[in-house]
């Protein structure tokens, strides 16, 4: 169920180029002072692994993954031993980004668009390191610009977007490039086929890697979560969810006038009528709990950035949190 955005009367903002130039801007200086040094091994990503190339046997310890048990060692030596593994020299990760015209919302600090970007830098900050490669796949709405007015039933673009491939490189300089990309890419009305984009990490086949999906998700879970089932079994699979709070609840502010991003419908909200706003927020948690769900299922991580806190100590929070529950029982 998708969101609607309000309408304000605010100043407008500056241009989707102009405005992308300010916001790398500060990303490069932000991202560089807090995350560096904090949080990256030599050749670790946002989800470290124990590798997939073989290491040398130790004995079995309470906790230890009994996947990786050594069984011919363990028949010779009459006691249990699990394979270490070492992580493989070069990583390579593909994001797969939504940019539909929900995310160019936000009644926070930030648009959702500028918190995907963000998240985008931060990943590519700690990825671009000891030859690792990093690629993408842009997602936007396809359709023209849908009539806007008080009008009801006005169908949604039709199609799965414009989808972009971003081919995948190594080096910061490159990095950047491909960040000034997505930053630059043009929000187009309409929603993409968010299962349409991250099928396309699936094709063709890659060595394994991280694959990171950014989005809003307000597409049907049925749309996306099977490809991103698929996705899962060949690589390490984070969820980024892009929030704003206004799409959790609504404030007590009288009659709201509300568009939809995507189609462009035109509605008018009494927000001063309790059981609506009640309503509203219990669909909104039933909601988050099905993408919760979904991505769960799939056997994603799931980070959830918010436009209205600061994405960058969620992200340390996380990344620190998995590596915790990676190590944990394992590494003596």
Do not use: C
Request: a positive charge; hydrophobic letters at 40%; zero cysteines.
């Amino acid at each position: 169920m998708a969101r609607a955005a309000p309408v304000t009367s605010a100043t407008p903002r500056p241009a989707t180029g102009d405005r992308s130039e300010v916001v790398l801007s500060r990303l490069q200086l932000l991202v560089t002072r807090k995350l560096d040094g904090l949080l990256q091994g030599d050749y670790a990503g946002l989800l470290p692994g124990p590798g997939s190339e073989a290491g040398e046997s130790r004995e079995y310890r309470p906790g230890d993954d009994v996947r990786r048990m050594d069984w011919p060692v363990t028949a010779r030596t009459t006691m249990p031993h699990v394979r270490r593994t070492v992580a493989d020299r070069e990583l390579e990760t593909w994001l797969a980004v939504d940019l539909s015209a929900s995310l160019d919302f936000g009644t926070g600090q930030w648009l959702k668009r500028e918190v995907v970007v963000a998240a985008v830098a931060a990943i590519t900050h700690l990825t671009v390191r000891g030859g690792n490669r990093i690629g993408a796949v842009v997602g936007t709405g396809g359709g023209a610009a849908p009539p806007t007015g008080r009008r009801r039933g006005v169908p949604p673009a039709a199609g799965p977007g414009v989808l972009t491939r971003l081919a995948a490189r190594n080096g910061r300089k490159e990095a950047q490039g491909l960040l000034r990309a997505i930053a630059g890419t043009d929000v187009r009305p309409g929603r993409s086929d968010l299962g349409a984009l991250v099928d396309m990490l699936n094709r063709p086949p890659r060595r394994r890697g991280v694959a990171v999906v950014i989005s809003d998700f307000l597409a049907p879970p049925e749309q996306w979560a099977r490809p991103l089932r698929k996705l899962r079994v060949r690589h390490d699979v984070l969820a980024i969810e892009v929030v704003d709070p206004r799409e959790l609840e609504l404030p007590d502010v009288g009659v709201l006038p509300v568009v939809d991003p995507e189609t462009g419908e035109l509605h008018e909200v009494q927000t001063g009528d309790p059981a609506l706003r009640r309503r509203y927020a219990e669909a909104a948690t039933a909601q988050r709990a099905a993408i919760s769900a979904a991505l769960r299922a799939a056997g994603a991580a799931h980070l959830r950035l918010r436009t209205d806190r600061d994405w960058l100590l969620d992200m340390v929070r996380f990344v620190a949190a998995q590596r915790h529950a990676r190590t944990r029982g394992t590494t003596r």
